[in-house]
């Protein structure tokens, strides 16, 4: 079950032993995106009865009259039309229509809100309303940064801290040094899941405490950054990511799955295959 708490919140209800698929990046509209890929993913999500969430970056979007990034090659043909955006979302809810029972949540990323900055419209927010108006789903739009309370058997909770992402990754450190960072000011989570560098790790940071008996307790940190769908080196000679002398990056999302023991459950991170 899929229910919004408040604007920044989302309380997502699975079975004991179910997964949720994580991805983000998808830059679904990019003739580079592994549509293929893609489906197989969410056509598993389909068959587990698995909810999907999306962080941001379903769409590209960067072929608008007045993108300074546009490039014809860059665009499908059912796209390059005059209303370009409209295009977007029409598409985008017919594509995602066999998907709209199990999508969850669906963020918003930079390229999302730089539409909505220089073009005054919200795709991910017309997405949403479209899928659930047309399609019946419960689907939410998240924020940039959103948290998911997610529940599994007897009232137990995990909170997901959801943000999109920011800056480079870095080509050595791929990003991974930004989850000391987000242990600083992120307070509660137990995971932290973040994209936008179209990076896959998924690694924990341990903190100690007390409880209110004062027993010290150590409490694990989920720390998930999720790919790109985006093959950006599918040509195999060209292009603004090769030119800049960018390596390939990986693609597909991760599994989330709740794991029940007598204390309550844990979360076990999987890559998609």
Known sequence: MVRQLTRSTTELKVDPGSEVLLISDLHWDNPKCDRKLLKRHLDQAKDKGSYVMVNGDLFCAMQGKY????????????????????????????????????????????????????????????????????????????????????????????????????????????????????????????????????????????????????????????HVCTPTYKEEYQDGHGGWHVERMAPPKPLGGYWMKAVHHHQGFELVFTRTD
Not at 200 to 205: H, R
């Open 67 to 222: 993108d300074r990034r546009s490039c014809k090659s860059d665009v499908r043909p059912e796209h390059n039309v005059a209303r370009y955006l409209d295009a977007l979302v029409d598409t985008a809810t017919e594509w995602f229509a066999p998907y709209a029972d199990i999508l969850a949540v669906i963020g918003r990323g930079n390229h999302e809100t730089a539409i909505t900055k220089n073009h005054e419209t919200d795709l991910i927010d017309r997405l949403c309303n479209n899928l659930r108006l047309i399609h019946g789903s419960n689907v939410i739009a998240g924020g940039y940064g959103f948290w998911v309370h997610l529940r599994s058997g007897h009232e137990k909770m995990k909170k997901v801290y959801a943000h999109h992402g920011a800056g480079g990754g870095g080509p050595v450190t791929k990003g991974i040094i930004q989850t000391n960072r987000r242990n600083c000011f992120v307070d509660g989570a137990d995971v932290i899941w973040s994209g936008h560098i179209h990076e896959a790790w998924c690694l924990e940071t341990m903190k100690v405490g007390t409880d209110i008996r004062g027993e010290v307790k150590h409490t694990t940190v989920h």
